[in-house]
Structure formats: C-alpha cells, structure tokens
C-alpha cells in the first residue's frame, strides 16, 4: 500500500509536507511543557536547559546505542519547532501524521496537550485543529509568536515491562522521532482507510479489486457526498471508473473492478496497478493513491511455497531500522539504497524483525519484488498484564490495516521467541498459548488472505498458520554440515513450514588461514537449535558463536553450504538469513564491536563484508565474479605453502591469473563445496600478488582483481603498537594501527582490544558501530582502522592496547 494524499480545493495547493527542519531537541525531561514553549529572546544566558538544532528524522541514539562505554540512554526526551498552519479549507481538519515514533509520545501545541501514543513502530496522527484555533484566538500569543503555532513533543522509550517489545529483546528500544512526520491538511470530511482486496482469478489472467473506505469525520458532518474509484493499469492508462452519490456514511464498499488481461506482481516483474479514491463533500475533495497488485500465494501442505501457480524458493534475509551515525533516524535515500542492495544480492523475501516497519520500506518492497513477513514487536520476556495485551492488539490491528494493501505482504507475524521468559514472575505456557489464539484469530478476522507465523515457540507451533522452528547449525549449535538434516526433522513436525534466522557473525575485516582450527572439539549435535546462553562468549558447550574465530572465512564457508544445499532440497519453501545488515543491541557488549550484533552480511554503513558475495553467486541471474579476500592486505604461511584462492561467481566458467600467469580454467558446480568449484591451489612465497579472475556467462565477461601481500616470517605474542596515516582527502584523515612483536614482525592472527583516543583540534569518527568507526574495537588480523576529521590546528591521536605502550601520532 503506497498510498500518497492529496486533498484539493478549486486552487490546488500541496497538502501534505514533510516536516524536517527548524527543530530543536533536548536530551532530557522538562518540569513541564510551559519550559517548551515559552518564547525566549536571543543569547538570553538565563535560557536554560540548552537546546540543539535538529533535523527530522531523528533518534535519540543516533550515537549512544554503540557507545562502547555507557549503556544507551532510555528515557525522556523533548522536540519543538514553531509552525505556519494555513488551511485552504474551510473548516478544515489540520493533522500531525507519525510515521513512528519512540515508544511512548505526547504532542502539545502551546501548553495544550492534544494527543498520546504508545508504540513505537506503527503509525497515528495528531489532530491540531481545536488547539490551533484556540491559540490564534488569543492575540497577544499570535503577536509573541509571530503568527505561528508553538508545538512540542515528548518521546519516552524508558523501561517498561508492561510494553512491548522486551527490554530483554536484542535489538535497542529507540527515542526520538525517528521516521518522517508530517503536517497534513483534509477537509472536514477525507479519507481514512482504502483497503482493497486484489484478487487474482483461477486462470491467472483476469482479477478484481474489492474496494471498502473508513472516513475521517469527527465533526460528524452530515450532507451530500461523492465517491469515485479509478483504476489504472501499472502504465497508467485507465481500465475503469466507478462513481457513487449519496449521503455521507462513515465506510463505504464497492462492487468489483474487473480487470482483464491481467498482469501478475512478482519479484521478476513487480506489476503495480494504480487505485485512485476521491470524495467530494461541500467542504472538499480528498483523494487517495493506492498501489496495489495481483498475485496468488500458497504454502502446500508438508510441501514448498508457490507464487502464481509456480514453485518459488524463497531467499530471504531480515531488516532492522538502525543504521550507522542516526541508528533508526534512516533517511529514505538511505533505506532505498539499503533495499535495493538487498535487491542486487538476489533476495525476493524479507522478514522484518521484529516491528512494523517504514512506509517507506514497505513501497520498495512493492516496487523491488520483495515479499515480505512482517510483525507485531511482541518479542522475548514473556506475557504482561491487560495493558501489555492492549498494545498487541492495538498493534497488530495497525499494522494489518496500514499495510492491508501492499502485494509484497504475505504473512503477518505475531511473535518472536515468545518462549523466552524474564520480564514477569510468572511464565505461564498456557496464558501464552491463549494469547496467541487470540492474535492469530485477530490476524484472520482482519485480514483473512494472509497466513500468520511466529518464529521459536515450540509449544505455540501448532497455533499459526506457518512456523519457524530455531535452527543455527554451525554457529550456535553442532557444525554446519548438519543443515538439511535438521531442517528435514524440523520441516516433517508442522503444516507449514518456514526457515527464518540462520547463519553466523563476522567480524569486518578478519579473515582466516585455517577457519575451522578452533572448532575441533564441536560434535554434530543432531539438533540446531539456539538454546539459553548460547549467544553468550563465556562457557556452556562447544560452538562457533563461542569458540569460533569470528571471521568473514568461515562465515562464508557456512553461508556457502547452507545454499548449496538448498538447492537440493525440492520440499523447502525458503530461508531468510539473519540479518542483512550489522545493528546495534543492548545485550552484547562483548563482541569484537561492543553492542553490535555482527551477523550481517554487509556492515551497519553498509560496506559489503565478503558473504554477500556469497549469496550474489547463488540468487542473481547478471553475471558476478568476487575473489575472495578484497579486505585481506596481508596472508600468511610457510615459503611454497598451498594455498586457496576462491571466487565466488554465477558465471558458469572463470579463469584464474595469479601475477599475469593464467592458472587454468574451472567450471562452476553449485554442489562442489566450496566456491562451487572455483577455487584454486596455489603454491606461495613471500612477496606481492596480483590476482585476477575472468569469468564468462554465455556470451557475457566480467573481471575481478585483488592485490596481497604473503608473510613468511613467524611472530611471537604483540610487544609493540605501531599507529600510522594510510590516507587523508577531504579532511578526514584515516589511520592504521597494527600489532608487531619484539622483532618488528605483524601478528596477523591477533584479536587483542584496541582504544583509540584525541587531543587537539579534532574528532574521532567513532560510535559508527562499525569495524573501522568505533574508538574501542577487537583487532583484525593485527590492524583495526580508525578516522578522524582534523582541523586547522594541532591535533595527537593515541592508541592503547593492553599492557603495551601507549602509541601516539602528532598530525
């Protein structure tokens, strides 16, 4: 459902805007909203508390949530901007529409307050209209203010168990006004809900919209009204028009618009039609655009998943809103350039973890051929009491009826890890059970096309229509060759059956000689489930997530068997990997970047780590070709050891050259592990390579080259800390700190800490939640990266790590 609003009078005017600009922000609580709004002179010192300009989107933890030092700040925080209400229409409604905010808001214009919410994730307006009025009845304030509205807003994401979701979830609850809000003008009778049931015909060439509307009313304006529908193809041309008259009613429904010659929405061929909603009253027109599409969804019984008719393996990964520098504050630039990487990996199916998402996100996966697992953020602790229920329901209720109409939705999801105890004394299985009856019969009374799933809660896995058993072979449970032999265990015990949440962390930048060493003592474990402690580090029993060594090598060892086994498994409706992409958590402090989850497959900005590559090589249909190691600088070994070169490609033969000296020609075998046959042996010696591959699918080439440098020479433990420049443009000034033992040799195993600090005229670039933009981090292969963005004058960086001397560099 993309939906644009565009209410009208006879002189056409933009009734909706984005407001982004000319607030302020306050980090803190008031004594009370009079601290708002009241007009303050200029350099006035007496003003206090101080205030920052901001620019909307924008989240409260945009920087602490990867503070290395300091848990993420949860409480109360403050917005306020003046505003310019001019509404063209005459008794007009003005609104201030949420696309989300953190999680418990109040809005105020003046020292009215006009509206709460609770939920951080699903979308709500403010009306203004009264308070607005009022306030510019009252002269003196109009002339203070210089005839404009003074509105402030209080977000709170403070502890709270009677909300959802969990502070126990591992994902940050973030503050702030994190999406777009919005001024938005209506008249005094628009528009509040299109939900249009797209249905496809058994033959796959023709179908029908079933139209239903919600109005927005609340003066309960009587009078004559007009209702039109427009339908349009996905090129814009017109295929019907249906106009009702009539008196005002609160929901109207329409017969069926017919269409012929139909064209199916898909992630090859993602067809859009266009539905368009007016009503006219006396005090207006409104309209509404709707996207909509067509297609058939059904996951067969104990079978796969199938789009139109067709069999479908789904290749899925996970979302979640947090994003380096704004954390959930994502920009829509920056969540297009997001979706359409996912795109480019190869990915038709998405799961967002674990809350309803952006607007915005949703219409890319309409227009990209994405489908999508959406959810309610029910996740982890247990169950609340009444309150804590409301929200659900509220929640749900939202989310299915604000993205009803999007063709990418095919599941709505009511729960993650719901048998997860810890935020009540009681955790009582069966109230859970009866819970969840009662969602899933919600989902299906508001929205009865869709399934429903929850991922891991066995003892609620007969409830739902499709679920997602834990399965994590290979990191935190068993090895990695077990994969489809637990899946085919776990597929046999439900209906329906969806693999969501699979694979592994990396740490940007680590790559291995020997990736599978520290995990001689894991067995197969004939099961893979995450069980209670196993993302810790510290003890338990024997698995990748503990032992492992973290590097981008094995996490592609693992992604590379999971899908060559997939494609040997003609039962599977699909998997997601879990997630695309590096974000920030409360509850992982101890990885190599503190509060990252590092399990993505691109880093929090965005920055490829080699695993994408991986699955490009499986997913995409436009010829690739990635040498492994493109953030390997230095491997290491004995004079004329073997060593494997890998590439990773869709093309169906590549040739390798090792310093201009072509090594021979492979042809690709998705079942020769690993790299599908496109690896090579070569004997190295110390000194430089370039390396080179050139690829060929059909008639099509495509090249890739990397250079490294091979060490010989042995290292003893670290004894000293080297920090140096590698690059400097544009004012930003990148470092390099590497570990050297006694003799001055590299320790490009080492995974030692790392702190970097300044003084002078500068500042780190740190509390990115990146491998090369935090100012503590763990060592990869004996180098962390670091930048800072210098000014005019002096400025010395230091680094320290453990007991070694403290190493500084005088820019």
């Not at 006004?177 to 033959?203: C, H, Q, W």
């Not at 299915?400 to 048998?419: K, M």
């Not at 090249?703 to 433990?717: A, G, H, L, M, N």
């Amino acid at each position: 459902m993309a939906i644009a609003v565009l209410c009208s009078t006879s002189a056409t005017a933009q009734q909706r805007t984005r407001l982004t600009n000319q607030w302020q922000f306050l980090k803190q609580d008031l004594g009370g909203v009079w601290e708002a709004v009241r007009p303050v002179k200029e350099g006035n010192p007496e003003s206090v508390p101080l205030w920052t300009n901001v620019t909307l989107p924008h989240c409260v933890n945009a920087r602490d949530a990867v503070d290395p030092d300091e848990n993420y700040y949860q409480g109360p925080a403050w917005y306020r901007t003046q505003l310019v209400v001019k509404n063209p229409y005459p008794r007009g409604r003005t609104l201030l529409h949420f696309e989300g905010a953190g999680q418990k808001t109040e809005v105020y214009v003046y020292t009215t307050r006009v509206a709460t919410h609770v939920g951080g994730y699903d979308e709500w307006a403010a009306d203004i209209t009264e308070a607005v009025n009022a306030f510019m009845k009252q002269d003196s304030l109009v002339k203070q203010f210089k005839g404009k509205v003074p509105v402030a807003i209080r977000c709170d994401n403070s502890r709270d168990l009677e909300m959802i979701p969990s502070d126990l979830s591992d994902f940050n609850l973030y503050g702030g006004l994190y999406r777009y809000l919005n001024l938005v003008y209506t008249p005094e009778v628009s528009l509040d809900k299109v939900f249009a049931e797209a249905v496809t015909g058994k033959d796959g060439k023709s179908g029908s919209v079933n139209v239903r509307t919600r109005l927005y009313n609340p003066s309960s304006v009587n009078g004559g009204a007009e209702m039109t529908l427009q339908l349009l193809d996905p090129n814009g041309k017109e295929l019907q028009q249906i106009r009702k008259k009539g008196v005002i009613d609160n929901a109207y429904r329409f017969d069926e618009l017919k269409v012929n010659r139909l064209q199916l929405w898909s992630p090859e061929a993602p067809a859009l039609y266009t539905l368009v909603t007016t009503i006219r009253t006396a005090g207006g027109a409104c309209e509404e655009r709707t996207k909509i599409g067509f297609r058939n969804v059904e996951f067969v019984k104990h079978g796969p998943f199938l789009l139109n008719g067709k069999r479908l393996l789904l290749r899925g990964t996970h979302r979640h809103e947090d994003h380096a520098g704004v954390a959930a504050a994502m920009t829509e630039e920056m969540m297009r350039d997001e979706m359409i990487s996912m795109k480019e990996m190869g990915v038709n199916f998405i799961r967002l973890g674990h809350y309803q998402q952006s607007r915005i996100i949703l219409n890319l996966c309409d227009s990209l051929g994405i489908l999508v697992w959406e959810e309610i953020p029910w996740c982890r602790g247990g169950l609340g009491g009444d309150v804590y229920k409301d929200q659900a329901r509220r929640m749900l209720t939202n989310m299915i009826e604000q993205h009803y109409n999007h063709p990418s939705v095919i599941i709505w999801g009511l729960g993650n890890e719901n048998d997860w105890p810890g935020d009540f004394p009681e955790f009582d299985k069966e109230k859970i059970r009866q819970f969840m009856k009662e969602l899933n019969d919600l989902s299906h009374r508001l929205d009865p096309s869709r399934k429903t799933a929850i991922r891991r809660c066995d003892f609620c896995k007969d409830i739902v229509d499709v679920y997602s058993p834990s399965i994590w072979a290979g990191w935190y449970r068993g090895i990695y060759t077990e994969y489809k032999e637990v899946t085919k265990a776990e597929f046999d015990n439900v209906d329906h059956f969806l693999h969501v949440e699979w694979g592994g962390d990396s740490h940007a930048g680590r790559h291995s000689e020997n990736p599978d060493k520290s995990l001689q003592n894991i067995k197969a474990a004939g099961a893979a489930d995450e069980r209670a402690g196993d993302a810790s580090l510290y003890g338990g029993a024997a698995r990748a997530s503990k032992d492992g060594d973290w590097s981008e090598t094995y996490l592609c060892n693992l992604v590379d068997w999971h899908l060559k086994e997939q494609e040997t498994m003609p039962w599977l409706t699909g998997t997601a990997q879990w997630p695309f992409k590096d974000f920030s958590t409360p509850v992982r402090p101890d990885n190599p970047i503190p509060y990252m989850n590092q399990k993505g497959v691109v880093e929090r900005d965005l920055t490829k780590k080699e695993a994408y590559y991986v699955f490009q090589s499986y997913w995409t249909n436009k010829p690739m070709a990635h040498i492994y190691g493109h953030s390997w600088p230095v491997r290491w070994g004995n004079e004329d050891e073997e060593k494997m070169i890998k590439v990773y490609s869709n093309c169906d033969v590549a040739e390798l050259f090792v310093n201009g000296r072509s090594l021979g020609t492979k042809k690709r075998n998705s079942q020769d592990f690993p790299a599908a046959g496109l690896r090579w042996n070569v004997l190295l010696k110390k000194g430089q390579y370039e390396v080179k591959v050139v690829a060929k699918k059909g008639k099509e080439t495509v090249t890739d080259e990397i250079r490294f440098e091979y060490q010989t020479e042995k290292w003893t433990k670290p004894a000293r800390l080297e920090l140096k420049k590698i690059k400097e443009a544009g004012g930003i000034v990148t470092l390099q700190a590497q570990l050297l033992d006694d003799k001055g040799v590299r320790c490009l195993d080492a995974t030692d800490w790392i702190r970097f600090g300044l003084t002078g005229d500068g500042r780190l670039l740190d509390d990115l939640g990146t491998a090369s933009g935090s100012r503590y981090v763990q060592f990869y292969n004996g180098r962390a990266l670091i930048s800072i963005e210098k000014g005019k004058e002096r400025v010395v960086v230091n680094a320290r790590s453990g007991k070694l001397p403290m190493a500084f560099l005088d820019l």
